[in-house]
């Protein structure tokens, strides 16, 4: 479906960014950054690195 991926691309939120890297990256942005891919369930072939947008999804290399 489309809203999936108006939703994957998303607005970066000022809220609860991550203390840990808070260099002006939300989740997902260093998520991306670190090419990886917010989902839901990873793939068997990748790790599951962190979460994306507050934790409902997760970052995925």
Excluded: A, I, Y
């Excluded at 939120?13 to 203390?19: E, G, R, W």
């Excluded at 990256?25 to 947008?53: A, K, P, V």
């Amino acid at each position: 479906p489309r809203d999936k991926e108006e939703r994957e691309k998303g607005l970066p939120t000022p809220l609860m960014v991550d203390v840990h890297h808070s260099r002006g990256l939300s989740d997902s942005q260093q998520c991306r950054s670190n090419h990886g891919h917010c989902r839901r369930l990873c793939f068997h072939m990748e790790r599951w690195e962190g979460t994306c947008s507050n934790g409902r999804l997760r970052c995925c290399r």
